[in-house]
């Protein structure tokens, strides 16, 4: 499968900026399960950029624009190709062990609530059957809501809500597996989701979840289990600001306000 994603996103700052300093985690990598066809970056003023990998084996690039700013606009745009079995990862750049991943963070802890429900949700069993519990319940007791923009809300906020976000739900399905003692991490990338249920896309969330003898596989509680063979992944982190799309400072006074616009198009099935 062929799949085409735009990433556009433009800040706009009421007041112009001296400088802007941004890094980007926007770039997908090859693995066994995807392989990057094409893949570019395109800024609209003049700016440096810096490839590297962040410290979870992410592929990065570090923005430096200088100002005066009043607006920056970025656009990523590429083709990847997904193999027919997506659900176990595998190729993928770890630097890190997957014990790592049982550290939880001030986006992805459980609080007391959170905490009962994973328990009551996994039950007992072997653990891929006590996550496919906690991924199916999650998946039932949210009305999902799909925002625009890369904002998620802390795991422990978010469940106290009725509705969540794609990626809300995937932050709060790594707080209930760390709680059973698993390691599991939170993962961005794209879908088509969102174009199937004629909604415009957003930058898509799930979760990788390590088990014994079975390496990671990937969850996706919006659909309550696996994840289909569209999604393309390209960055994963202890929770969702560590593999958000942007993230970064400016120097200069007033607001900023973030608009994104996401296309994501099959474009064919490799035979």
């Known amino acids: 499968m062929r799949i085409e994603v735009e990433h556009h996103s433009r800040y706009r700052f009421t007041e112009p900026q001296a400088r802007v300093v941004q890094l980007l ?11 990057v066809v094409a893949w570019r970056i395109d800024v609209d003023c003049d700016a440096r950029l810096r490839e590297s990998r962040d410290g979870y084996g992410n592929l990065t690039r ?19 190709l997904l193999s027919d079995n997506p659900r176990r990862l595998e190729g993928a750049d770890e630097p890190l062990p997957p014990a790592f991943y049982l550290r939880t963070t001030p986006l992805s802890a459980a609080d007391a609530a959170m905490t009962a429900f994973a328990q009551e949700a996994a039950g007992s069993g072997d653990d891929q059957v006590r996550t496919a519990r906690i991924v199916e319940a999650l998946h039932g007791r949210f009305t999902i809501e799909r925002r625009r923009g890369d904002g998620v809300l802390p795991a422990a906020e978010a469940f106290a809500g009725e509705r969540a976000s794609p990626r809300d739900l995937a932050q709060m399905l790594v707080a209930c597996v760390r709680v059973i003692g698993l390691p599991a991490r939170y993962v961005s990338g794209y879908s088509l989701g969102g174009c199937a249920r004629r909604e415009r896309p957003a930058p898509h969330g799930w979760a990788e979840v390590y088990l014994d003898g079975q390496g990671w596989q990937m969850l996706d509680p919006t659909v309550g289990g696996a994840p289909g063979l569209d999604y393309v992944r390209v960055a994963a982190a202890l929770d969702s600001a560590g593999a958000a799309p942007i993230s970064g400072t400016r120097i200069g006074h007033g ?17």
């Open 25 to 35: 985690r926007m770039f997908p990598d090859d693995t066994d399960n995807q392989t």
């Open 62 to 80: 570090m923005l430096y624009a200088e100002g005066p700013l009043e607006t920056i606009g970025i656009t990523i745009s590429g083709e990847v």
């Open 255 to 271: 607001d900023e306000e973030l608009d994104v616009d996401v296309a994501v198009g099959l474009l064919g099935r490799e035979r």
